[in-house]
């Protein structure tokens, strides 16, 4: 059994109805989803943390990490439950010695065997690799292969995140690869969030089983 789970990332607006659709997400993915990153851009510290706020609370009522996107001193403002640093993001070393031991540190890897060595040496909680498939919620170059997971869950412990352009139809081979989480977002928030959660839910499901 692949214990395989979804981490939900937010759209970039996350105002007016988005907590409901929070709730309803969380609520329909069968326990799956386990983490939920908070990814706003162009607010101001004050503006960000009136809109995490619901959310954050949102996800305590659910034991889902609360984790902000590439804000170190947002993150410690918030007490959320980790942070997600990109390559220009910050060291992880830094993040810990301002969030604390508890915190979850997550740090983007591209498609670098590298890169995420070096993260796990520096305390990361956990690596992401990605983009995996064309993505429109993030564009980006990098472009690993299933067999990068496949490799990284049988060498290491620190789990990992498959990310970029995952869905219900294409997540199989990643979850049969290793992945601990599957990073997802557009194909949860661009229709029906219930329906997609469920979906997602009944392929990992799936490739667990194959």
Same mark, same amino acid.
């Given at each position: 059994?692949? &214990?395989? /789970?979804?981490?939900? #990332?937010?759209?970039? +607006? ?12 969380? &609520? ?12 706003? *851009?162009?607010? +101001? /510290? ?9 959310? /954050?609370? #949102? ?7 609360? @984790?902000?996107? %590439?804000?170190?001193?947002?993150? *410690?403002? =918030? ?5 997600? =640093?990109?390559?220009? %993001?910050?060291?992880? *070393? ?10 979850? @540190? ?8 590298? =890169? ?8 990361? %909680? ?7 498939? $064309?993505?429109?919620? *993030? ?7 299933? +067999?990068? =997971? ?7 412990? @620190?789990?990992?995140?498959? #990310? !970029?352009? @995952?869905?219900?139809?294409?997540? !199989? $081979? ?5 992945? +601990? ?10 229709? %029906?969030? /219930? ?14 089983? &194959?």
């Amino acid at each position: 059994m692949i &214990d395989c /789970q979804l981490y939900l #990332i937010s759209p970039l +607006d996350v105002s007016g109805a988005f907590p409901d659709r929070l709730s309803r997400a969380l &609520d329909a993915g069968g326990g799956r989803a386990t983490a939920f990153q908070f990814r706003v *851009k162009g607010v +101001d /510290q004050h503006e960000a943390a009136r809109l995490a706020e619901p959310l /954050q609370g #949102i996800c305590a009522q659910r034991d889902v990490a609360f @984790i902000v996107n %590439d804000d170190v001193a947002l993150a *410690k403002r =918030l007490g959320a439950d980790g942070v997600h =640093l990109g390559q220009g %993001d910050g060291d992880p *070393k830094e993040a810990r010695e301002e969030l604390g031991r508890e915190a979850q @540190i997550g740090v983007t890897c591209h498609a670098s065997r590298h =890169l995420a060595m070096e993260a796990g040496e520096a305390g990361a %909680d956990y690596v992401a690799f990605g983009s995996f498939f $064309p993505s429109t919620t *993030k564009a980006s170059e990098h472009r690993p292969e299933p +067999d990068l =997971l496949e490799w990284w869950s049988r060498v290491f412990e @620190i789990p990992c995140v498959a #990310i !970029g352009g @995952i869905t219900p139809a294409n997540c !199989g $081979p990643l979850v049969s690869a290793g992945a +601990d989480f599957l990073a997802v977002s557009g194909a949860v928030w661009s229709g %029906d969030e /219930q329906a997609a959660m469920a979906a997602f839910a009944q392929a990992m499901e799936r490739a667990a089983t &194959d």
